[in-house]
């Protein structure tokens, strides 16, 4: 089963990119062929503890020398950024705490493409070989085709048992994950996320426009055509819709408003809702739009990469009013972005404004949507027992969460390299007279630094964003941005959660087929090459049967 799925995962991310277990260890219990009922459980209790005992030896005996770990850039000290230096603290920080070294490797490919590369990972590797990964990130939709493929390590009593559970203020991330059954295959260090729409102050000033004006879709799209002229657009996105990935349709909310263009939860019962009305209505919206001219054509083929360079490029005659992009931090990077390129230096950190959810998306969902979490999964063996899998855990999730030492390095990066608490000044821009900021601070005072690969700009955060994490810092170090501070506040006073991601055995061997079927369904009506309705009626007719099945495992399952 598992290199059946995952060689399926892999056949059809390589046909789309043109690139290149769901089940707990086993115990082996013992079965004596005995027909009498009493006598078999007996020593199938026996065979279990033995195989327990064994296990728990193994455990005690077993001594992790090396991890290999794959992630994806949301480890942004990456090897230009002082990985390095992230990588030795952190052998030096679990070496003091568990009492052994342990070498850490990490892969860490292009953001884009990950989710190819950890196919060709899974299938074509194995544990050892230096290449298969001990652990990795995934996104939620990355963990759902892979929970039932048998190669994913149910954590669910090391996560019970770990010590950080005592400071864990956001229980529920981790216990919804959980299987009917209890069984645990991931862990998600932070709350999910989410996406919001940020405008250019200035091209709203430009337009005579006001924030607090755009309520409506009415509104919003008569601000994108105000935007639009002179080579400037409305808005771009990384694609007219993220079909692969939940939450679907977060980087151009306005135009999906109240579809949902997957398998979800509504009233109790799984549902398709590429298939409804919602979803054509939609699509129909964003035909509109591309003919209009008020969505970039850059949005089809552009990657988050190229969407966020365009829109703070520094050249803004060809650039776009409108980006709906990460909450928090991103509000920060997004202004940092467009002051580095000399956009609107006199708005200073007033450069961009975040749009409220315009009423249509408020009386369908209540407001944006709040992903759900990424995860660190740690991969199985299948040696039968938990020795390897439960170091992996020890020396890798458990040491996360400490509260100190480790989770500063997992959340803020290296001392001395990305934040420091000894007596600092410096400057950034220093030959710019408009951009020039001193920074100064005493001794014992946590500062983040200057960026590694970047003078000019101050380091934000590693891996774990501080405001989103389930368990908080002891320690006391807080970076109080003003500008991530208004960032989350303002998600999460207009967010709500995004629905389940489903899982079952059918739509784990299709899904990859049909996100791609899906994102060329959408790319055709765009174009004009097709109705949305002649869009839907060929998916039914193509798909109609196995998504019927899929919903049949899923309701069935309820």
């Given amino acids: 089963m598992k290199k059946k799925v995952l060689s399926l995962l892999l056949s059809t991310a ?102 190819d590369n950890v196919a060709q990972l899974l299938t074509t590797g194995q544990p050892g070989d230096g290449q298969y990964p001990d652990a990795l990130i995934m996104s939620a939709t990355m963990y759902k085709q892979y929970q039932t493929t048998g190669i994913l390590w149910n954590m669910a009593d090391a996560y019970e048992n770990a010590e950080f559970q005592s400071r864990i203020t956001l229980p529920s991330i981790n216990e919804n994950m959980k299987t009917a059954n209890g069984e645990l295959y991931a862990f998600a260090p932070t709350y999910g996320n989410g996406c919001v729409t940020y405008v250019k ?143 609107d230096s006199d708005l200073g950190d007033d450069r961009l404004v975040q749009l409220p959810p315009i009423k249509e998306i408020k009386d369908t969902w209540g407001g944006y949507l709040n992903r759900e979490a990424p995860v660190w999964v740690i991969t199985d063996d299948g040696d039968g027992n938990d020795a390897r899998e439960q170091a992996i855990f020890d020396a890798l999730i458990e040491t996360m969460l400490d509260g100190d030492k480790v989770q500063t390095l997992w959340t803020y990066g290296a001392e001395d390299v990305h934040w420091s608490t000894h007596a600092e000044s410096f400057t950034t821009n220093p030959d710019d007279p408009e951009k020039k900021k001193d920074y100064e601070y005493a001794e014992g005072e946590f500062h983040l630094k200057q960026s590694p690969n970047d003078p000019n700009a101050v380091w934000k955060k590693n891996h774990l964003d501080p405001v989103l994490v389930i368990a ?73 049967d196995t998504i019927n099945t899929i919903l049949e495992e899923l309701n069935s399952a309820e």
């Avoid at 026996?46 to 195989?51: L, N, Q, T």
């Avoid at 320690?475 to 999460?492: E, I, Q, W, Y």
């Fill in 14 to 115: 390589m046909v789309a990119s043109l690139a290149a277990c769901g089940s707990a260890a086993d115990t082996g219990s013992t079965d004596t062929g005995s027909t009498d009922t009493q006598s078999s459980d007996t020593s199938a209790q026996s065979g279990d503890a033995a195989a327990t005992e064994t296990a728990d030896a193994a455990a005690e005996d077993y001594e992790l020398t090396d991890l290999y770990i794959t992630v994806d850039g949301t480890l942004t000290a990456n090897v230009d950024n002082g990985q390095d230096a992230f990588v030795e603290q952190w052998e030096a920080a679990v070496s003091e705490k568990l009492g052994h070294d342990i070498k850490l490797h990490i892969n860490q490919p292009e953001h884009s493409g990950y989710k």
């Fill in 201 to 343: 102050q200035s091209w709203l000033d430009a337009a005579g426009l006001k924030i607090e004006d755009i309520k409506t879709f009415d509104d919003y799209y008569n601000m994108l055509k105000a935007f639009t002229k002179d080579g400037q657009t409305g808005v771009i996105a990384a694609g007219f819709g993220k079909l692969d990935e939940a939450p679907y349709i977060n980087y151009m909310p306005e135009f999906w408003q109240g579809a949902y263009p997957a398998i979800y939860q509504k009233d109790g019962q799984w549902v398709d809702g590429f298939q409804e009305q919602a979803t054509i209505d939609a699509l129909n919206r964003l035909a509109q739009g591309y003919a209009d001219g008020v969505i970039d054509k850059d949005t089809e083929e552009a990657t988050t990469k190229v969407a966020r360079e365009k829109w703070f490029s520094n050249d803004q005659t060809t650039s776009e009013g409108v980006f709906t992009y990460w909450a928090g931090t991103w509000l920060r990077t997004l202004t940092d972005n467009l002051d580095k390129n000399d956009v």
């Fill in 472 to 544: 908080p810092l002891t320690n006391g170090f807080v970076d109080s941005d003003p500008l991530v501070t208004a960032g989350n506040k303002f998600f999460t006073e207009n967010c709500v959660d995004a629905p389940q991601s489903p899982s079952s055995e059918t739509l784990t061997e299709v899904e990859a087929d049909l996100a791609t079927d899906k994102t060329t369904y959408l790319n055709n009506v765009v174009a004009g090459k097709m109705t949305a309705e002649d869009a839907i009626a060929d998916y039914q007719s193509k798909w109609g």
